[in-house]
């Protein structure tokens, strides 16, 4: 079983950056590939960005690359997404979820294919 516990969320102004963390226990952090999803009100949940086990390999949706930065970090057993140039519809909750992967440079970008799930954290980005 793995744990994740996402932090960082909250209230920030159009323009402001925020990094979002995702600790993770259970297992051998390294053999998970990660993903940041995201659902907003009335809306179906989204990948935002992904990484593979090696931390060599990332996928970001359309609307966020440039902007978004996804990262692990092995020693900590912590995947993070910096968050620069925040909009009004990046409001969401945000997901971290976790998939095994025997392929270092696999990187899982539908949401059926994570296992296990955080239970999210709020960013509202509002002037």
């Known amino acids: 079983q793995v744990h994740l516990v996402e932090s960082g969320g909250g209230l920030m102004q159009p323009g402001n950056s925020l990094r979002l963390s995702c600790a993770a226990s259970?297992?051998?952090?390294?053999?998970?590939?990660m993903g940041w999803f995201r659902q907003a009100p009335g809306r179906e949940r989204e990948l935002v960005a992904a990484?593979?086990?090696?931390?060599?390999?990332?996928s970001y949706a359309d609307s966020v690359k440039a902007r978004f930065t996804i990262s692990r970090d092995n020693a900590e057993n912590t995947v993070y997404l910096q968050m620069n140039s925040l909009e009004p519809e990046d409001t969401a909750v945000y997901y971290c979820?976790?998939?095994?992967?025997?392929?270092?440079?696999?990187?899982?970008?539908?949401?059926?294919?994570?296992?296990?799930w955080g239970q999210g954290t709020q960013v509202t980005v509002s002037s």
């Open positions: 979820a976790s998939v095994l992967s025997w392929l270092s440079e696999f990187v899982p970008t539908r949401e059926i294919q994570y296992t296990y």
């Open positions: 990484i593979s086990t090696s931390g060599g390999s990332t």
């Open positions: 259970g297992r051998t952090f390294t053999n998970y590939a």
